[in-house]
């Protein structure tokens, strides 16, 4: 049972580091490439939409950020990735 618990934790931070380092490709790779015609740039839209898309819903529902040019909902994502990855038993 407790390599079970062992494999499932080192799975969930493998996925969690994959859909980070997903989120900052997504944050450089405009500085670089057109987003619109790069492969890297749409998979790691496709891996961290699914991340983003529930904080912008809640923050479209709270009301807050909608005038600001940053995108709250991609930051607070991060930081609740980083919150999960800390929350994991370390190993």
Do not use: C, H
């Not at 939409?49 to 930051?75: H, T, V």
């Amino acid at each position: 049972m407790e390599i079970l618990f062992f494999i499932l934790a080192k799975t969930i931070a493998l996925l969690l580091d994959v859909v980070y380092f997903a989120m900052l490709a997504r944050v450089l790779l405009p500085f670089f490439v057109i987003p619109e015609e790069s492969k890297l740039y749409a998979l790691a839209a496709v891996l961290t939409e699914p991340i983003i898309i529930p904080f912008r819903f809640l923050l479209m529902k709270l009301n807050i950020g909608q005038n600001s040019p940053l995108d709250w909902s991609f930051f607070i994502a991060a930081i609740s990735l980083s919150v999960v990855q800390s929350m994991l038993p370390a190993i």
